[in-house]
């Protein structure tokens, strides 16, 4: 009895408010995208609707539960759980039936389950369990090699499950590793590969007069040349090397120009000259001024050609066909309506016809008439955005905004490194799933089919997201209950 | 102090999300408010994918004869919202269907349970594989009917009324096979069997899509950027099937009023050149809107049409093992061609011999007469060979290594690398089925399994593997996977069988005798040195199974067959000169016997068979 009082407590129920409201606006907004004018009620079991409010009750059964576990036992078991996780995604990829290309479904009766689901909350466990043993630190390799392989052995195995965009999740424990020291250099630099795949696979197709290089190749390498003059002037603080190289950078594109008149000239091997004109200047710099801080910018502008020129490689010899297209369309590269685009075009059109007020409840025609496929699962936000307009569509983000600005209130609260980290797993995971499912719907992000937390339709994300909160809950309630 | 300086990471943290959050907010103000080309998108156009069905791959036989085609078909599909002001009763007449029909029919379609991809906004099938006569009346008024549309298909179209069991059929795909394969939509048809089924994905080609502007009250509104955008239809791919089409019409018209089957094989290559099963049916009662219909009539025949016994039927080898068992035993060293076994005739114990001749006998006379008593202490003194051993090992490694051997022919399991749906395994008893039913190793005995060594018992195979054991005989010693697709690749599927070379000949002289002086005496064909074995196997269901095996001509094979006759008698009497009008049609292309084939045509042996 006492043990209940104190969760009634302790429970943070602002927490448990936000969640109960994204789950009843994802069952409202699921009702809308399956619903036919003639169809029945809202608890129809035969429908999805029907179907998804079995699914929230059992969550909302699976919640409380959780909280009735004494919370030392998540400590205790974390590791235990991990490693029950990562068997059953093991076992997973022998017995599941082929969906789709995807082997990542496990039946049970007539109940069909992705493990996949719930080895993210073990993953958060173990690395919350690893990461708050005494005296870690993300430091040696010693410590940074195990913290890999937890999170690599779930990703590798949901990679060979078929779900490469549900392993993608597992890129978010970026965020936690952050807050847990690692270099803030490495989100930045993270930040900037991606900027550079950009800008040399959408340029790329972009020649410079005939066969004379092309565009992306030569602003890749303009943007590492901006780089190395932005730190020698905000970093170094010597203005004068950076004009020398401005001037120089300006001399040899002018050179290469006015050469091109009587000679052949190939304008991706001028700028990557430039380039690596600019280390060994670097260099003799270094050697001769002892700065000891251009050893860094060499470093990385090697790295950054090195980049450029496999990121092409990598784009069409790693990539699968299908991904290909998807980062393709997601550049505007291909457009083709009905072919890989089809999808985020039909879910632009969607939102973008709500207008301010949306078309109200039940009211969508793209929806209905079936433009946008999976308007259920990973496509929701279509619907809210068409049936609700922008201010519903803005109402499901800021409340988003709240349960992950609640989640990081809660995880600087804790005294415990192990809740803390714990609840950074929850925010990351969240939010990462919040930028791509939601991005993806606007055309911002690549098409990766992973679910919006608390809305998509389908059990299996609606209890994961489920188990991986209340876990958190039910250690954030501990703290109190020791304080007392 | 690091530690404050980590915990100011958070405002970090906050920061990025917070920013991701407003950056979303403001494409959503673009899309939604200042954006007007998405409202337009959706107001005035949108998408209506109107699928192109490719026509399916034709198939050929072996001599580039077409045996199946397509012809066109309709369906009648409907928008259950554009239908208005609809005049029932001449819709009905139009279509030549009942009023009550058309009710049940709307019904169904709206049922959630039944048809769960419904909404009334997409068109839904209302009748489907319709034929140009039964659209001509409907085809000319449909303006009258809003809503209403018809779609075009194809439907398959036989050139000759046979070979079913081998084309199999076509039939609209099952919820499972639309959720695992993405290029299935409710509503489509796919291959449900035989080498419709095995050849799916090279026959039924690629889809095509016709892209159509329609505006939200679902009015077309003509072609999506005049059709730049349209993708083409691509037609399956044409097969090359290894039959000769003559021949399995012939060979279907002996087996009328009989049941049983015929596979012929061309041993070089594992070409299978005929494969019958009967009772069948024509092809073509399969296709269209009688498809159901006729379907369950075939499903409650008690003769079970359905079945291919070629593939599916099991059956004991009886005599027809015989020639297997002498090679095998040779290469075992329990027999050679100058052994000599005696032969008290029926009064022979524990195995009655079913012919009156000499003794003793020799291996060559043994083939020839089909002697059981030979075969029996021929399997007897091979198996034993080497004694017992303690707990019977010795007499088991031996017994395992005749089974080996007799499975290396293709016996005892299915044809995995090759292309025939639905097989039966067969069965060749192995030594732990024996340690299991006798319930210990030492239970059983040489004594104990006896039926084994003249193809009773528990050995069971198919009229398939059978004519492929021929096929292998005939090829001294391998044989390629049967198969039906003519072509190369096809060819590589080289299996050793574990007998050598040497040991052939002498079989090939005791089943050519079998025409000189054995049992198929009355079914030589002049002028031509044929190598077979009569078998009659004796079964549960009434009179035995009348069985032949062989291959011609006996230099240089080009075709082996196996003829099941079931529940027919002697093998001598049904299924050999079924195998010699075959042979005398493949290698001299006509049959000059007519009033034998007139003979064998006319004898019915069940008459629950029905023509179909
Ligand atoms: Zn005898």
Redesign the pocket.
């Known amino acids: 009895m006492s043990k209940n009082v104190s969760i009634r407590y302790a429970l943070d129920w602002t927490t448990v408010f936000y969640y109960v409201v994204l789950v009843l606006m994802g069952w409202i907004s699921i009702y809308g995208a399956s619903y036919n004018f003639d169809q029945a009620s809202i608890f129809d079991f035969s429908q999805r609707a029907g179907k998804q409010f079995i699914w929230i009750l059992s969550a909302f059964a699976i919640g409380g539960i959780l909280l009735l576990i004494d919370s030392k036992l998540y400590n205790i078991f974390a590791y235990f759980i991990y490693v029950g996780a990562i068997l059953l995604l093991i076992v997973t990829i022998f017995v599941a039936h082929d969906i789709k290309g995807s082997r990542s479904w496990l039946m049970i009766g007539p109940i069909s389950f992705q493990p996949a689901e719930l080895a993210k909350m073990a993953t958060a466990l173990g690395l919350a369990k690893f990461m708050s043993a005494y005296n870690y630190k993300l430091k040696t390799w010693k410590d940074l090699i195990p913290l890999g392989l937890i999170i690599f052995a779930p990703f590798i195995l949901i990679i060979l499950q078929n779900e490469t965009g549900t392993a993608l999740v597992y890129v978010a424990f970026l965020l936690m590793l952050y807050r847990e020291g690692m270099k803030g250099i490495v989100l930045l630099i993270g930040s900037f590969t991606i900027l550079l795949f950009v800008i040399i696979i959408k340029l790329s197709i972009v020649t410079l007069q005939v066969d004379q290089g092309t565009l992306g190749m030569v602003l890749g390498m303009g943007i590492i040349l901006l780089v190395q003059i932005g730190y020698a002037i905000f970093i170094c603080r010597n203005q004068k090397e950076a004009i020398i190289l401005l001037l120089g950078t300006i001399l040899v594109g002018v050179a290469a120009y006015i050469l091109n008149i009587w000679f052949y000239v190939n304008y991706n091997y001028v700028s990557i000259f430039t380039v690596v004109a600019s280390c060994i200047y670097w260099i003799f710099i270094e050697l001769f001024h002892r700065y000891k801080k251009y050893w860094f910018l060499v470093l990385f502008s090697i790295c950054s050609v090195l980049f450029c020129f496999s990121a092409d490689y990598l784009f069409e010899k790693v990539l699968e066909p299908h991904q290909q297209v998807r980062i393709k369309v997601l550049l505007n590269m291909e457009d083709a309506p009905l072919g890989a685009g089809y999808n985020v075009n039909q879910s632009k059109i969607a939102i973008g016809s709500g207008g301010f007020w949306g078309k109200g409840f039940l009211n969508g025609t793209q929806t209905k008439l079936k433009y946008v496929p999976e308007q259920d699962t990973d496509f929701i936000f279509c619907t809210v955005g068409e049936e609700h307009g922008f201010w519903g569509s803005t109402l499901v983000l800021f409340v988003f905004w709240l349960l992950l600005m609640r989640i990081l209130r809660i995880a600087e609260r804790q005294r415990e490194a192990f809740s803390r980290i714990y609840a950074y797993c929850v925010a990351s995971i969240l939010f990462f799933h919040l930028m791509i499912n939601v991005g993806m719907v606007l055309g911002i992000m690549p098409v990766i089919g992973i679910p919006l937390p608390f809305f998509s339709y389908g059990g299996s994300s609606l209890w994961g997201f489920t188990i991986l909160l209340f876990i958190l809950l039910r250690l954030d309630a501990a703290r109190l209950e020791r304080m007392r | 102090m690091i530690n404050d300086t980590l915990q100011n990471r958070r405002y970090v943290i906050a920061v990025i999300i917070s920013a991701v959050i407003v950056l979303y907010v403001l494409r959503l103000f673009t899309i939604q408010i200042i954006e007007s080309k998405y409202k337009e998108g959706a107001d005035s156009n949108a998408f209506l994918k109107k699928t192109q069905f490719p026509p399916r791959g034709l198939i050929y036989d072996r001599k580039h004869t077409l045996m199946v085609y397509n012809k066109p078909a309709y369906d009648i599909a409907l928008i259950m919202r554009e239908i208005h002001d609809l005049d029932t009763v001449a819709f009905c007449k139009a279509l030549s269907i009942d009023k009550s029909y058309f009710i049940n029919r709307i019904a169904e379609i709206k049922d959630h349970h039944r048809n769960p991809g419904y909404s009334s906004y997409t068109p839904q099938l209302f009748m489907t594989q319709l034929g140009i006569e039964d659209i001509a009346t409907i085809q000319q008024s449909m303006y009258k009917y809003p809503g209403f549309y018809i779609q075009n298909r194809t439907l398959r179209e036989y050139a000759f009324p046979s070979a079913a069991h081998v084309l199999g059929s076509i039939g609209e795909v099952s919820q499972k096979k639309i959720d695992n394969d993405d290029y299935y939509n409710q509503g489509d048809y796919a291959g449900r069997d035989g080498i419709e089924f095995t050849y799916e994905e090279q026959l039924r080609g690629e889809k095509g899509v016709e892209i159509l502007l329609r505006d939200a009250k679902g009015r077309i509104k003509g072609k999506y950027e005049n059709g730049k955008e349209d993708i083409a239809p691509k037609a399956g791919l044409n097969l090359t099937l290894t039959l000769d089409a003559q021949l399995q019409i012939l060979a279907e018209k002996l087996f009328s009023g009989k049941v049983g089957s015929v596979v012929a094989i061309e041993p070089a290559t594992g070409e299978i050149l005929a494969m019958v099963s009967n009772p069948s049916f024509n092809p073509s009662i399969l296709v269209g809107r009688q498809r159901s219909e006729n379907y369950m009539q075939l499903v409650n025949d008690p003769t079970k049409p359905l079945m291919n016994r070629a593939t599916q039927a099991q059956y004991s080898p009886g005599s027809s093992f015989k020639p297997l068992q002498a090679l095998v035993l040779q290469q075992m060293d329990g027999i050679n061609e100058s052994t000599m076994f005696a032969?008290?005739?029926p009064e022979?114990s524990p195995i009655k011999?079913?012919?009156?001749?000499g003794?003793p006998?020799s291996l060559l006379s043994?083939i020839e007469?089909?002697?059981?008593?030979?075969f029996w202490n021929a399997f007897r003194v091979t198996i034993e060979k080497d004694g017992y051993g303690e707990k019977n090992a010795i007499f088991r490694k031996n017994y395992s290594e005749w089974v080996d051997r007799i499975k290396s022919f293709g016996l005892g399991s299915k044809f995995t690398d090759g292309d025939i749906y639905e097989q039966s395994r067969g069965n060749i008893p192995s030594e732990k089925y024996y340690n299991r039913v006798y319930q210990s190793v030492t239970g059983w005995r040489a004594i104990t399994i006896r039926s084994n060594s003249i193809g009773q018992g528990e050995v069971l195979v198919t009229p398939l593997q059978l004519a492929n054991v021929m096929s292998a005989i005939a090829n001294e010693g391998y044989y390629i996977t049967p198969h039906l697709n003519k072509c190369d690749s096809m060819l590589k599927k080289i299996h050793q069988c574990k007998v050598d070379k040497k040991y052939f000949p002498i079989v090939y002289e005791g089943m050519s005798r079998v025409f000189e002086y054995g049992t198929a005496r009355a079914s030589k064909i002049e002028g031509l040195d044929m190598c077979g074995k009569t078998g009659t196997a004796d079964n549960s269901h009434g009179k035995p199974h009348s069985i032949f095996v062989g291959f011609a001509p006996r230099v240089n094979p080009k075709i082996a067959i196996a003829v099941v006759v079931e529940n027919a008698g002697f093998g001598s009497e049904y299924a050999a000169p079924i195998f010699s009008l075959l042979v005398e049609q493949y290698l001299q292309g006509k049959i000059k016997r007519v009033e034998l084939e007139d003979r064998v045509t006319k004898i019915v042996t069940n008459y629950n068979v029905q023509e179909r």
Do not use: R
């Open positions: 032969c008290n005739g022979s011999c079913t012919h009156h001749h003794s006998v043994a007469q089909s002697c059981n008593p030979y």
